[in-house]
């Protein structure tokens, strides 16, 4: 390989949790030199946004939103392997988002929040933007549900709004809502799961399609063994990760399914 790698992962990146994603990488690193592949990062670079403009050429390792994928990172990646997680609102390989709502508020079932103050963190996010305008087309009547829509940058943010009362809801991954109750439990006291979307393929493992076939197929190899791999166990349980498994790539297209059948209800926008 000719040409220097970046690894990253995050979608799950609390300050908290890098020395647990450390691990993850260094176990993995080990298993990748294995399978003979060099001119691997040696460290996770950390500062790597959730959504990027593009899955660089020179990614090697990270994980990313699966509804992007589908869209604006068309033809950049494969995937490598898909996360099991040990927490609630997932399967075996699926997530979802919850929509938040304060403990104190007045809202009891989705249709209460019909004319409130919604915040998401992107319009290119599957759980915060898909999932939710999928759930929210079976009662919008083909008319915009909210009487606003705050697009705030992350999951945090959104949270953060609506902790501080500026908005009514959010959605938000409900591994992000986990991980927040697991090593910030501040964050998000106080608050509730109003409802739960649609269930999700959960966010996948990928590299950048430019890699060779080979390194590829190398690079599968390893995240599979990591489940079995004795120097992964702590960072594993840490990060929540239950079982790695091969990613089917045509289990995604139920996200881009989610998005016709929202446009076929009148609903074609999170609004």
Not at 121 to 126: G, V, Y
Not at 194 to 200: D, F, K, M, N, V
């Amino acid at each position: 390989m000719t040409q220097p790698f970046v690894a990253s992962l995050p979608m799950y990146n609390l300050p908290e949790m890098q020395p647990a994603n450390r691990a993850f990488w260094q176990a993995l690193l080990g298993l990748l030199v294995k399978e003979g592949l060099s001119d691997l990062p040696a460290e996770l670079a950390f500062s790597r946004l959730p959504v990027p403009d593009a899955i660089g050429t020179d990614v090697v390792f990270t994980q990313t939103c699966g509804y992007p994928l589908q869209t604006i990172y068309r033809g950049q990646h494969e995937m490598v392997g898909v996360p099991t997680y040990d927490a609630p609102g997932c399967g075996a390989a699926t997530h979802c988002a919850f929509i938040l709502v304060r403990d104190d508020s007045p809202f009891r079932s989705l249709p209460d929040l019909r004319g409130s103050v919604f915040a998401l963190n992107s319009r290119h996010s599957n759980s915060g933007m898909n999932l939710p305008r999928r759930l929210l087309a079976d009662i919008a009547g083909g008319k915009p549900f909210f009487r606003e829509v705050v697009e705030t940058g992350s999951h945090n943010a959104s949270i953060e709004r609506v902790m501080t009362g500026s908005t009514d809801s959010a959605s938000i991954d409900n591994l992000t809502y986990t991980f927040l109750q697991d090593y910030r439990p501040a964050a998000v006291e106080g608050l509730r799961v109003l409802a739960e979307t649609p269930p999700s393929p959960a966010i996948p493992f990928i590299t950048a399609a430019s890699r060779t076939p080979e390194e590829i197929a190398a690079i599968r190899r390893a995240i599979l063994k990591m489940p079995t791999e004795p120097q992964a166990q702590d960072a594993l349980r840490a990060l929540r990760i239950a079982n790695i498994t091969p990613a089917d790539p045509q289990a995604y297209q139920v996200l881009l399914r989610y998005e016709a059948e929202a446009a076929a209800l009148g609903y074609p926008e999170l609004a």
